[in-house]
């Protein structure tokens, strides 16, 4: 095909994906308000990183489980990263050499029907694009289509999140849980809770990624409030993160990190996050279920997936006879904390559609379930007990705050970092 064609094919392939995705928005609105123009240092404004970095290189699992994951503390893992493949391969050059006819997912359409780019074009469109909030591959299919599989052999979880008790129920049924991410700087993910009262990870390969994290006690108003710009992570960053930063109250005030190559994030249940690309990024994320956040995930799932929640109630019989003893516990349980299904999670991979967004990707064929998670739970027998853990969530009792993740991380032995 001659040069000319090629680029107008790239055009109007790239042009198709936005329309899809966003049909509403005209073409000129995709750069009306001319971030591309301020440059990457301003994406940084304000940031004071707080997050503690735990190295697994110096610790172990129980270290991480006690100090971070049973509490429900964010961390930034470093050291866990060094000998995936993915670190030397995954460069935008050779995915665009390797698998530029192969096609990624970058958002979904009214219907709820996958949107997808090539991969050379989307590199392209990476290197070039001045979109304030450009298109955002978000795919949870990557290690089953047969293109791009052999991606999922090129990294490992950490040690530290081996237990993953939806593997119970086989790859077939389990809720997407592996995402393949990549962006140019100005993508981002729109301030959201994970499905399924799940707990993420995620790790940078490329570039870097700034977030913003508050806990489950937070309520959706104050995470979402309203703001210019719709509801991309750009525009939450640049209107509400300076209002929240300045918050009377201190357990409103976003905790902040800015993640680096190398390092892997730690997102526990039910808390809120929003990210956003400093740098052109390549990254994979993957949720989990474990015995951590096992009674957030169990009351969640019981309540939004009937038939799923009856199988893997089954498979932990044998495999985890604890934890199938606990969901007896559970029985008159129910979960509490944050919002109602449909309104707490929204996050957008880019835009203001909450049908495109991150936690819609994840939640494929998960819609009902797309939900706020518990941290806690309203104890079956105590229902003062109950009445009380409802009453400390609204007040953030006991919450980390920015002051606690920035002794957490003083103790760690980073201390504060100011960035930008
Ligand atoms: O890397 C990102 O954009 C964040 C992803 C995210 O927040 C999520 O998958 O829930």
Redesign the pocket.
């Given at each position: 095909m001659a040069a000319e064609d090629k680029d107008a094919r790239y055009r109007r392939k790239i042009a198709k994906a936005k329309r899809k995705e966003y049909p509403r928005r005209a073409p000129e609105q995709w750069t009306e308000q001319r971030y591309a123009e301020r440059g990457t240092d301003c994406l940084l404004d304000g940031v004071v990183d707080t997050v503690a970095r735990l190295d697994v290189g110096t610790s172990d699992a129980a270290e991480f489980r006690a100090r971070f994951e049973a509490p429900g503390v964010p961390v930034m893992l470093t050291g866990a990263m060094e000998r995936w493949p993915a670190m030397r391969s995954w460069t935008f050059e050779r995915l665009r050499t390797e698998f530029g006819r192969e096609k990624m997912k970058v958002g979904e359409d009214d219907d709820g029907y996958p949107v997808y780019v090539r991969l050379k074009h989307y590199v392209r469109y990476l290197a070039e694009t001045d979109d304030d909030s450009p298109l955002?591959v978000?795919d949870s299919s990557f290690a089953e289509r047969r293109g791009v599989r052999a991606l999922a052999d090129d990294y490992a979880p950490p040690a530290c999140f081996t237990d993953d008790l939806f593997g119970l129920v086989g790859e077939r049924r389990r809720p997407p849980h592996k995402?393949f991410?990549m962006?140019p700087c100005r993508?981002?993910?729109y301030v959201?809770i994970?499905p399924l009262g799940t707990s993420?990870w995620?790790a940078v390969v490329c570039g870097r990624?700034r977030w913003a994290l508050f806990p489950p006690c937070v309520p959706k108003e104050v995470v979402q409030p309203k703001h210019e710009g719709g509801r991309e992570?750009i525009a939450w960053f640049t209107h509400a993160f300076p209002i929240l930063a300045a918050a009377a109250d201190e357990a409103h005030r976003p905790i902040s990190a800015v993640q680096r190559p190398g390092e892997v994030l730690f997102?526990p249940s039910g808390w809120w996050?929003?990210?956003l690309?400093i740098d052109h990024?390549i990254?994979v994320?993957q949720?989990f279920a474990s015995a951590a956040n096992f009674d957030a995930v169990w009351l969640r799932l019981r309540k939004s997936r009937p038939k799923l929640s009856a199988k893997f109630r089954n498979s932990l019989l044998t495999a985890r006879p604890e934890l199938h003893a606990r969901t007896d516990e559970l029985e008159h349980a129910a979960p509490i904390g944050p919002p109602s299904p449909s309104s707490s999670s929204s996050?957008s991979?880019s835009s203001s559609s909450s049908s495109s967004s991150?936690?819609s990707s994840?939640s494929s064929g998960d819609t009902a379930a797309r939900a706020g998670s518990a941290s806690a739970v309203a104890s079956p027998v105590a229902s003062e007990a109950a009445g009380e853990a409802r009453r400390k969530r609204r007040r953030c009792e006991g919450a980390p705050t920015v002051a606690d993740a920035a002794k957490q991380a003083e103790r760690a032995g980073v201390g504060a970092k100011v960035c930008g």
């Open positions: 955002y978000f995402w991410v962006g993508s981002g993910s959201h994970d993420a995620n990624k992570a997102v996050h929003t990210v690309n990024t990254a994320t949720n996050s991979s991150a936690a994840r």
